[in-house]
Nanobody, 119 residues
């Protein structure tokens, strides 16, 4: 079992910045990938960025110039730094983890944190 707890969402003005955190607990040693997705109600959940246990990071191409994913292994936490935010970034942001035990893989999701960009 992997448990993900997000924090850091909220209301921010256009052009502002926000940092999301996701702390993992449970079977940490089984986690192979962590990251963030976001979702607008009624639409499919979309990739924001992920990081592998080896440190390889993948970003959505449209976000990589403004968003930065990082990880603190000592705290089992990933961070998403979001800059130059626009109303189009308003979404629920979900922390994601992929874990494997032998050949079995499992997705884990946080509860989601709302990010609202508005003046």
């Amino acid at each position: 079992q992997v448990h993900l707890v997000e924090s850091g969402g909220g209301l921010v003005q256009p052009g502002g910045s926000l940092r999301l955190s996701c702390a993992a607990s449970g079977s940490i040693h089984t986690i192979r990938v962590m990251g963030w997705y976001r979702q607008t109600p009624g639409k499919q959940r979309e990739l924001v960025a992920t990081i592998t246990e080896g440190g390889s990071i993948v970003y959505d191409d449209s976000l990589k110039d403004r968003f930065t994913l990082s990880r603190d292994d000592a705290k089992n936490t990933v961070y998403l730094e979001m800059n130059r935010l626009s109303p189009e970034d308003t979404d629920v942001y979900y922390c994601y983890a992929w874990s494997t035990v032998l050949d079995d893989g499992h997705e884990w999701w946080g509860q989601g944190t709302q990010v609202t960009v508005s003046s």
